[in-house]
T-cell receptor
Framework: NAGVTQTPKFRVLKTGQSMTLLCAQDMNHEYMYWYRQDPGMGLRLIHYSVGEGTTAKGEVPDGYNVSRLKKQNFLLGLESAAPSQTSVYFC????????????FGEGSRLTVL | EDQVTQSPEALRLQEGESSSLNCSYTVSGLRGLFWYRQDPGKGPEFLFTLYSAGEEKEKERLKATLTKKESFLHITAPKPEDSATYLCAVRVDYKLSFGAGTTVTVRA
């Protein structure tokens, strides 16, 4: 029962470096999401996708890019990391009929120095 | 602007001491209110969906209720394993907007 898998789980970057977070789901879900979670601020939506080949901006998209080339994968990229992007990143997926019931991965903790 | 506010931020309970968490929301056209549980170092886990005022859902020691402006998560006779952060969220289009959560600690 893999569900939603995120890699890597931990990463330390220097300011200006780039990296990609990978999210993979094995539930054949249409919708996928990237959130960031910061203390006292809850989960904030970065980008989301309603199907293969589609992406859309969420609440805090600046500094991030995403791609959904395959239905099961949703990639989050940081082109030039900044200390403000230090956070825990969560990927989630849901099927078309119940878009309020999200299945989350275990998170990726990113530190930007 | 759509907003979700949870209170209190933290709640410390003795085992068996029942209490309630609050989630107030301002959203145009509510399409569902959702409760999640999050354990330290883990992703949130879905608990309940509520769609209309007056609706209630139960799961073990948890009961969620919904009014036109807020939702409550009641914890009855909690046990230490109920310790977690509880998040509520409202659905806006295809997306969920989350509150900051209430961290519940239950002492034996």
């Amino acid at each position: 029962n893999a569900g939603v898998t995120q890699t890597p789980k931990f990463r330390v970057l220097k300011t200006g470096q780039s990296m990609t977070l990978l999210c993979a789901q094995d539930m054949n879900h249409e919708y996928m999401y990237w959130y960031r979670q910061d203390p006292g601020m809850g989960l904030r939506l970065i980008h989301y996708s309603v199907g293969e080949g589609t992406t859309a901006k969420g609440e805090v998209p600046d500094g991030y890019n995403v791609s959904r080339l395959k239905k099961q994968n949703f990639l989050l990229g940081l082109e030039s990391a900044a200390p403000s992007q230090t956070s825990v990143y969560f990927c989630a997926s849901s099927d078309r009929e119940s878009t309020g019931e999200l299945f989350f991965g275990e998170g990726s903790r990113l530190t930007v120095l | 602007e759509d907003q979700v506010t949870q209170s209190p931020e933290a709640l410390r309970l003795q085992e068996g001491e029942s209490s309630s968490l609050n989630c107030s929301y301002t959203v145009s056209g509510l399409r569902g209110l959702f409760w999640y549980r999050q354990d330290p170092g883990k992703g949130p886990e879905f608990l309940f969906t509520l769609y209309s005022a007056g609706e209630e859902k139960e799961k073990e020691r948890l009961k969620a209720t919904l009014t036109k402006k807020e939702s409550f998560l009641h914890i009855t006779a909690p046990k230490p394993e109920d310790s977690a952060t509880y998040l509520c969220a409202v659905r806006v289009d295809y997306k969920l907007s989350f509150g900051a959560g209430t961290t519940v600690t239950v002492r034996a």
